[in-house]
């Protein structure tokens, strides 16, 4: 089995934290999630929902279970790795002023568990003056500094022009710092959660909707590992997510797992499989917002990594099946 | 039916009392003192019978422990002791303490000779590198010496630190732990050392699960008592993180101390450490309403706002952390605390506030004045504990709001070189812990250990309080020593009234409670610096006596 993924959702007080979890238990693209968090009282689950409640737990009728942390959450964490009929992925909830990275630890408390991403929410109408407050001035900026990916809540009550200079600031406050908006949160939750599991590659293009794009690559030859590596360092903001499985020359007959979220990737041997699969291509699928993805650029980046394998003449061929 | 009258005798009696400094005898009858003075002066309720057993002892009020944690107990119920420091374990036992690493593979090796089943994990606590001579990290190789078969688990004094044996990395499948507090060697292998809850979780689980989780052992409670009870303490408080609302955890903890020969007082604060809400809070308080007995009550309700000075968790106010200029967590928010703090004000409660660092111990401030200037309230005796970096302005701002003080003042012995070196740096060193100055602005100043984060023992408390001298001999900033009739006092009268039992307990005088510590020594009698040498004759509890030959 691959790990379970835990996604850790940050962000100061106010910030949105539990607004995006409420979507994200309306709409689980039928996965079974565990949702971690602080206080059930902020949680507002819909009675019609909820199958059992039991003391810290709250089971829903769509098979996922939402947990207060308590004192313990490397507890709470542990025994949920350990239910054999456990969540495929869990979410949690970091308290207002907790520096999501060191919550993030607990994403590796257990042998089968792993960071899939810290995902922060930022009001985009109070994050600058926070930062600036004697008493969690740092914190806040230590909570952007920790995300793989800043959502940007708020943003409707701004003008686009103030809209920029939030971003600005976060990127001068953090190098390198993946900013998105936070629109339609709920379709934005289920994308953070997409091909979580290895399984789950849908290599069919195009978007599922108006609100995101997709571009994919696929390969039946070994990709230049060292190339892959690279360009994962240097993808465009406007990726929020890649997953993939692929084929590295220089680990022949193996195959790797690829998760992306914002800055935050992994490229990890794959588990024992029982059937060997005949044909073993290498597929990669990278989603963004609608419009930014630009097919092109996508295409020039993965280049390099295809090209370094390759003759020309199987490199063209290669390109006709890349899809935008 | 009054019963009969026991007079103690001693070479000299310091009452603590504001009007009446000595005496000679004290008479005790139903577990009340009912006269203070001479033999004759106790003689006049009558007949009595005379215990002469501390006679060429010195009887003070029993010690108050204003801050300790009952993990004590449990610790000793459930691992072995192996730090650096000197500890009486619940026997009377002194361990001494091993601060080198050689030392502690012999040691570690001497208890697993003595486990018979050798599945059974070898687990042990206090250890602490920071204080061996020489500084080396422990790994597994080392551990590896003792046993490479059994699963040996060490503690951190301070909690957040695990070292491990191979044996326990292999059966907690450490290979496939990804948290980045497992510590690896150049070529990615575990060092044994595991940083933090989230790096530890598995290898507790794997051996040392009875080490978390709400244990209902009746010894924990025993040995917390009785580990204190050695060095003189009759009160002691459990700081707040039990779980005194959970029915069985609260059966186990009335069945313990109910127990005749239970050899101290627990005061145990109300949890708001892990129950999350104030509404949730304040029910909990009130349902412990009553609920206690002679031996255990519920007092104060505590309340975490940063973490540890040591750990550089602490929050601190501009600069920050020495050289690095970085700053530690917030437990809870502002935003929670200003709103939670006049909460539990105005629910009555009396609020008992972990600020370990000043900004911490600032936003405390600002948020019982945003509760005062609402709603005030007379005597509600919120009290900070540790406030290890307050300064006369904040205790200004404290004494003008009626908030008081425990200090952490064994933090000046065992790591004031540690703060001056690598936390807050020579002056902010110098100045922790300001006992001289938080009793002259006139806030009832205690001081407490923490244990098991420091071992308790009053006379050593008090000692660090008078002398101020860290472990290698320097004295940080002499101004803020007190003198030995305030120190006796802070760990007495002071305590008892933080806890709201200065009517029953914290000094000798008429109609209070017969808690009473004996020494070999007269504290006021000897240089200052011999205080923590000074022995303990025994305790006496309500009338009965504790750990002293009749």
Known sequence: ?324 | MPGPITVFSARKIITMDAAVDEATHVAVRDGIIIEVGDLDDCAAWGPYTLDKRFDDGVLMPGFIESHAHLLEGLLWAKAEYAGPVDRRDPSGRLRKGINNVPDLVRRLKEIEATLEDGARPLVAWGIDPSLNDPIAPITRHDLDKVSSTRPIFLLHASCHIAYVNSATLTLANYAAVTAPGVQRDPSGEPTGELDELAAMMAAIKAVAADLVGGSTDPAQFYNFARVAQARGVTTIVDGGSGTYFEPAFLEAALAATAAEDFPARIVAHHNGITVPTAEAMIRFAAALEGKGNDKLSFQGLKIVLDGSNQGFTGRLRPPGYLASGANGLWNRGPEELRTLVPALHNAGLQIVAHCNADQAAELFIEAVAVAQAARPRFDHRHFIVHGQLLDESLMRRMAALGIHVTLFSNHLYYWGEFHRAHTFGAFRAGAMNPAATALRLGLVAAAHSDTPVSPVDPLLTLWCAANRVTASGRVLGPRERVGVHDALRMMTFNAAWLLHRDHEVGSIRVGKRADFAALAQDPLAIDPMALRDIEVLGTVVGGRVFGARA
């Not at chain 1, 009550?157 to 190098?175: C, G, N």
């Not at chain 1, 005949?278 to 917002?289: A, M, Q, T």
């Open chain 1, 1 to 324: 089995m691959t790990r379970l993924p835990v996604t850790v959702v940050g962000g100061y007080l106010g910030a949105g934290k539990t607004t995006l979890l409420n979507r994200l238990l309306a709409d689980t693209q039928g996965r079974r999630l565990a949702v971690l968090v602080n206080d059930f009282g902020a949680v507002n689950i819909d009675a019609g929902l909820i199958a059992n409640r039991d003391g810290e737990t709250i089971s829903l009728v769509n098979g996922c279970v939402c947990c207060s942390i308590g004192d313990n959450l490397g507890m709470t964490l542990y025994d949920l790795a350990e239910r054999p009929d456990g969540p495929e992925h869990i979410v949690i909830e970091a308290s207002g002023v907790a520096d999501p990275a060191r919550i993030a630890a607990y994403a590796g408390c257990h042998p089968s568990l792993g960071l899939d991403a810290i995902v922060v929410m930022a009001d985009a109408t109070t994050i600058r003056e926070r930062a600036r407050d004697k008493y969690v001035g740092d914190v806040v900026r230590q909570q952007l500094a920790a995300a793989d990916l800043v959502l940007l809540s708020r943003t409707d009550l701004i003008d686009v022009a103030e809209s920029h200079r939030v971003r600005d600031w976060i990127m001068a406050e953090v190098p390198g710092a993946r900013v998105q908006d936070a629109p339609a949160m709920g379709r934005l939750a289920q994308i953070l959660l997409v091909g979580t599991k290895a399984a789950e590659i849908d290599p069919s293009p195009g978007a599922h909707d108006s609100l995101f794009s997709s571009w994919h690559v696929g390969s039946a030859l070994p990709l230049d590992g060292a190339a892959l590596r690279s360009m994962l360092d240097a993808l465009p903001p406007a990726v929020l997510r890649a997953k993939g499985i692929v084929q590295l020359a220089e680990a022949p007959g193996r195959r790797f797992v690829l998760q992306l979220v914002g800055r935050r990737w992994s490229l990890e041997p794959e588990p024992h499989r029982e059937k060997l699969a005949l044909v073993s291509r290498s597929e990669i699928v990278v989603i963004g917002l609608a419009g930014q993805l630009d097919p092109e650029a996508m295409q020039a980046l993965f280049a390099p990594v295809l090209a370094a394998c390759l003759s020309p003449a199987v490199e063209a061929l290669l390109r006709s099946e890349t899809r935008p």
